[in-house]
């Protein structure tokens, strides 16, 4: 499992508004997950990281310092988000059948 770190008051708030913290939220690691890039801010690149949490969707929000994932925002995800992991499974699929 790789090595996390997070601010300990936005895992707080991450569990009131979305019901887990991001202690919790490591799980998310534990299976298939696609990250994919979606902005730069203040310098650090931002990743969404889509995966399950005890076979439930879930969305991250991470960046990376080295081989550290800082984690940012975990929630359920919508169902944008569920369809395009859904595609990321599929795809990854095939690419194993056919190697």
Known sequence: MPSF???????????????????????????????FPVREKMREMRYVALGKIDGNPYTGIVSYRGATIRIISVRPSNQREIEQYAVSIKKTESRISKA
């Open 5 to 35: 770190e997070f601010d300990a008051n936005k895992s707080a708030l991450n569990k009131e508004k979305h019901g887990l913290d991001f202690e919790e939220s490591k799980e998310l690691w534990k299976g298939p997950v696609f990250e």
